[in-house]
């Protein structure tokens, strides 16, 4: 993807600079920043800017799942976190600029979500907020991947007003992932699990790149079921299913689709249940499969040994629960291990890959789970379509 990075532009020094973060960091009651992992991430695109010697930089971000503009989620611990980071002030603003923005060098406006345009389903009314952003600034810098499938204000709308670019994070970020899908090494294996069947779309595009797509997690009992196989009380998202039934029939026929062979089965969706290991055609009725078979993850682990490119979304089976947990630690490991590129999807599988102590064995462990499925489906995120060159 050819997109406009901060290195494009030629002169710096002076400028204003409005910076889309994604400082969503987790926090508890009252505000405090538990992870200051997604803060440390945009680092390095702020010293830049300041190394350049730009007059301001504007920080903006969204925090939480707002509903009525909960004082936790007010954006003010998240800049006291960022200035003890940089050992440098960042001046906290109440509001988004309506009332001017103070001198300092770095400020971080109030949570974008608490305004009723940033998330708008009116593109005008985002507009008219986003023209509002930048005429803060001189210029828009997007340093948040993981809200890049979204059409937000301080995301699609503001560099329709001001010249717009991606700042180092997301430019390494969506290198990686458009290398290991536009020019992979091969051969590429994917891994997909966990519980949605919307991951189907994406298993649907990489049948046109992948080599071998391993799935596993509760969609592949779904897959089982549509085969035919009894699978007694797993879980099934057979309303997703249903929405997807001609692209789940093209998946099952697919030589390149392996699906579990056997499964660790439980009578109860908990850690103390009783469970056993039984083959893919022994699943009784009361028990659910919740994590991939000793065959399966041998088979998997073979398969994946041999791969150069690895891209890896969902976890293999419950692996919030010990009892269920042995088939991802078994893939991450040798994804871990492999002599591959290694692109590890956000959410569920970055959040395995940290839990395993594995994130540093990683090509790339995503930012955002949607921004980097969407990718993988083969679309378009909006809000770098519009950071591209023209
Ligand atoms: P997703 O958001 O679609 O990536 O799903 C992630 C969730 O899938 C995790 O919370 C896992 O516990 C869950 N999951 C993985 N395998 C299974 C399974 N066999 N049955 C039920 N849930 C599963």
Same mark, same amino acid.
Do not use: C
């Given at each position: 993807?050819?997109?406009?990075?901060?290195?494009?532009?030629?002169?710096?020094?002076?400028?204003?600079?409005?910076?889309?973060?994604?400082?969503?960091? @987790?926090?508890?009651?009252?505000?405090?920043?538990?992870?200051?992992?997604?803060?440390?991430?945009?680092? !390095?695109?702020?010293?830049?800017?300041?190394?350049?010697?730009?007059?301001?930089?504007?920080?903006?971000?969204?925090?939480?799942?707002?509903?009525?503009?909960? @004082? *936790? #989620?007010?954006?003010?611990?998240?800049?006291?976190?960022?200035?003890?980071?940089?050992?440098?002030?960042?001046?906290?603003?109440?509001?988004?600029?309506?009332?001017?923005?103070?001198? =300092?060098?770095?400020?971080? &406006?109030?949570?974008?979500?608490?305004?009723?345009?940033?998330? $708008?389903?009116?593109?005008?009314?985002?507009?008219?907020?986003?023209? *509002?952003?930048? $005429?803060?600034?001189? &210029?828009?810098?997007?340093? /948040?991947?993981?809200?890049?499938?979204?059409?937000?204000?301080?995301?699609? $709308?503001?560099?329709?007003?001001? @010249?717009?670019?991606?700042?180092?994070?997301?430019?390494?970020?969506?290198?990686?992932?458009?290398? /290991?899908?536009?020019?992979?090494?091969? !051969? #590429?294996? =994917?891994?997909?699990?966990?519980?949605? =069947?919307? +991951?189907?779309?994406?298993?649907?595009?990489?049948?046109?790149?992948?080599?071998?797509?391993?799935?596993?997690?509760?969609?592949?009992?779904?897959?089982?079921?549509?085969?035919?196989?009894?699978?007694?009380?797993?879980?099934?998202?057979?309303?997703?299913?249903?929405?997807?039934?001609?692209?789940?029939?093209?998946?099952?026929?697919?030589?390149?689709?392996?699906?579990?062979?056997?499964?660790?089965?439980?009578?109860?969706?908990?850690?103390?249940?009783?469970?056993?290991?039984?083959?893919?055609?022994?699943?009784?009725?009361?028990?659910?499969? &919740?994590?991939?078979? !000793?065959?399966?993850?041998?088979?998997?682990?073979?398969?994946?040994?041999?791969? +150069?490119?690895?891209?890896?979304?969902? @976890?293999?089976?419950?692996?919030?629960?010990?009892?269920?947990?042995?088939?991802?630690?078994?893939?991450? +490991?040798?994804?871990?291990?492999?002599?591959?590129?290694?692109?590890?999807?956000?959410?569920? $599988? /970055?959040? =395995?890959?940290? +839990?395993?102590?594995?994130?540093?064995?990683?090509?790339?462990?995503?930012?955002?789970?949607? /921004?980097?499925?969407?990718?993988?489906?083969?679309?378009?995120? !909006?809000?770098?379509?519009?950071?591209?060159? *023209?």
């Amino acid at each position: 993807m050819d997109l406009k990075t901060l290195k494009n532009i030629p002169d710096l020094s002076g400028k204003k600079v409005f910076v889309r973060v994604d400082f969503n960091v @987790p926090i508890d009651d009252e505000g405090g920043v538990r992870d200051a992992k997604r803060i440390r991430h945009a680092i !390095p695109t702020i010293k830049y800017l300041l190394e350049k010697g730009v007059s301001q930089i504007i920080l903006a971000s969204h925090l939480g799942r707002p509903k009525n503009n909960e @004082p *936790h #989620l007010m954006t003010n611990k998240v800049a006291d976190k960022l200035s003890d980071l940089l050992g440098q002030e960042v001046v906290k603003v109440d509001d988004w600029g309506e009332g001017g923005i103070p001198e =300092a060098k770095i400020v971080m &406006l109030e949570n974008i979500r608490f305004h009723p345009a940033e998330k $708008s389903k009116n593109e005008a009314e985002r507009d008219e907020f986003g023209k *509002h952003l930048a $005429s803060l600034a001189d &210029l828009y810098v997007n340093e /948040a991947f993981s809200n890049s499938h979204r059409e937000h204000a301080s995301m699609t $709308s503001i560099p329709k007003y001001i @010249p717009g670019f991606v700042g180092l994070g997301v430019e390494d970020e969506v290198e990686k992932i458009s290398k /290991a899908i536009e020019s992979p090494e091969h !051969p #590429l294996v =994917a891994v997909v699990g966990g519980l949605k =069947a919307d +991951k189907l779309n994406a298993v649907h595009n990489l049948m046109n790149i992948a080599d071998k797509i391993l799935i596993a997690g509760a969609i592949s009992y779904n897959l089982r079921k549509l085969e035919g196989y009894n699978i007694g009380d797993s879980k099934a998202d057979d309303e997703g299913m249903s929405e997807m039934a001609d692209l789940a029939q093209g998946i099952i026929n697919s030589d390149k689709v392996e699906l579990p062979i056997d499964a660790v089965v439980a009578d109860a969706f908990s850690e103390d249940a009783n469970t056993k290991v039984v083959n893919i055609d022994g699943i009784e009725d009361g028990w659910m499969a &919740l994590d991939i078979g !000793p065959q399966t993850r041998e088979k998997y682990a073979d398969i994946l040994s041999e791969a +150069k490119t690895i891209l890896w979304f969902g @976890p293999v089976g419950v692996f919030e629960m010990e009892a269920f947990s042995e088939g991802t630690k078994a893939i991450g +490991k040798v994804i871990a291990e492999a002599d591959a590129v290694s692109i590890i999807g956000g959410g569920d $599988s /970055a959040g =395995a890959v940290k +839990k395993l102590g594995l994130s540093d064995k990683m090509t790339l462990v995503s930012t955002g789970g949607g /921004a980097s499925l969407t990718m993988i489906e083969g679309k378009e995120l !909006p809000a770098l379509a519009i950071l591209k060159k *023209h």
